[in-house]
């Protein structure tokens, strides 16, 4: 007898890895303690020192069809940057720029990026390193892949530093409408996990 489909979203803090696992001295999702049954696993991933939307399931087709880059479902992130985005620079973001991501040259596709104000997320602990001589901004840009800290390389290659970064939507599903604290998941109705299955068809 099958299990039946169970997916959790997950409001990741900064500093806990995307694994159940501590590892190098760094915290994993079971540090949490979130009550959830054992046979759910991380969907991808975000990295240690990036926040916000990541899912867990049971649904190993699920799983394999949202990590499948062929289907290019969009992912969106809240960005907060050191200086104040120029036109150009959001142009910049938008197109195809090449990066050097695990030593090895790789050519971004089209995003979509834009300025935002700042959105009202919690305190991070420990905050962003802040210059007084520097503003900061917050932009938002959806891919549609997700290469080894790729945001942060896009935003470096267009003079733009990554100072915060928060995952707010998967395809349809938002951060925001979930009312997700930092540390907690909340399981996903049948019609969140329908969304999810539609982003790998």
Not at 12 to 38: D, M, R, V
Not at 44 to 72: F, K, T, V, W, Y
Not at 100 to 111: A, G, H, M, P, Y
Not at 179 to 184: D, E, K, Q
Request: a positive charge.
């Amino acid at each position: 007898m099958t299990s039946p489909i169970k997916c959790y979203a997950l409001n990741k803090p900064f500093g806990i890895l995307s694994q159940f696992t501590n590892e190098g001295g760094h915290p994993g999702i079971s540090s949490l303690n979130l009550a959830l049954p054992n046979d759910v696993y991380p969907v991808g991933r975000l990295d240690r020192d990036s926040e916000g939307l990541l899912i867990l399931s049971n649904d190993s087709r699920l799983i394999h069809q949202l990590l499948q880059p062929a289907n290019e479902h969009p992912r969106t992130y809240a960005v907060q940057v050191e200086g104040a985005a120029s036109r150009e620079q959001l142009e910049s973001l938008s197109v195809p720029m090449v990066l050097r991501i695990k030593k090895q040259e790789f050519k971004t596709k089209k995003c979509t990026a834009f300025a935002i104000e700042d959105p009202l997320f919690p305190e991070r602990t420990p905050p962003i390193r802040v210059r007084k001589s520097i503003p900061t901004s917050w932009l938002s840009l959806t891919l549609t892949e997700g290469k080894n800290r790729q945001v942060r390389k896009m935003t470096a290659h267009v003079g733009l530093p990554t100072l915060r970064l928060v995952r707010t939507a998967i395809g349809g599903l938002m951060l925001e409408e979930l009312s997700i604290v930092p540390g907690a998941a909340v399981e996903l109705t049948e019609f969140q996990i329908s969304q999810l299955q539609a982003l790998g068809k």
